[in-house]
């Protein structure tokens, strides 16, 4: 089924969207689940002393009411302000995917990171190898691990476990993940009820009741398996 994404379709996108269903998840006991921060570090020249992001001095009317600032004009004036500040944000590689966090009641363990695609396939360029290597050292230990992955052409979202990934890439030579395959073969997130954007959680407990945790059950049925090449000996 299509996701509308309602408020989120106009603001920050794929990843607003999950944060508002992690919230929804949170306040109906079935998860936890927080987004990471991007690790990083702030360069400053030589001789300067290090400072917070400083504001310049406020003028509010005094009515006698407590003085307020609203919102918007507070995120306003801190972006104005930091284009005109002198330090660098220098982020760092990630060890850890975007998402990760607990499910209820048992409190297994989940981690993801969240990709989206106008294409008809997931390239795998967009992976990045260390969070590959992250999630199927947690998969190996129980934890619910793959990308949250959304088709915005076709307004789907599919969740993709590590280790049909894993399968994929050493059974087939293509360097990408079709479309095709996340429909005949994964469940779509359906669109979810109230406050609820999308329910991916519902999809991934549909995947693991047909094929089990480990997957094992699922049949990719790749035509082109990949080969090793013959290897060339040296003459002379």
Known sequence: MPIKRRGADTGSGF?????????????TGRACITRKAIPGKY??????????????????????????LAS????????????????RFVPESKGEPDYGGVLGPDGRA????????????LDFDNLHAHQVIFLERMARLGAVAGF???????????FLPIQVLHRWREESTRKSLPYQFF???????????????FDYLWAIEE???????AFTGLQL????ARTRAPRKLAIG
């Open 207 to 213: 995947q693991e009741r047909l094929y089990g945790r």
């Open 43 to 68: 360069l400053v020249d030589r001789g300067e002393s290090r400072r917070g992001l400083s504001l310049p001095s406020l003028s509010l009317p005094a009515n006698g009411a407590q003085p307020r």
């Open 15 to 27: 990843q607003e969207a999950i944060n508002r269903t992690n919230e929804v998840y949170e306040r």
């Open 148 to 158: 949250l992955v959304e088709f915005s052409s076709y307004r789907e979202i599919y």
């Open 110 to 121: 989940i981690f993801y990171d969240a990709k989206t695609t106008r294409r008809n396939a």
């Open 72 to 87: 918007s004009d507070l995120s306003r004036m801190v972006k104005e302000h930091k284009l005109q500040d002198w330090r």
């Open 183 to 197: 429909a005949e073969h994964l469940v779509p997130a359906p669109a979810g009820k109230g406050l609820l954007i």
């Open 221 to 224: 049925n790749i035509a082109r």
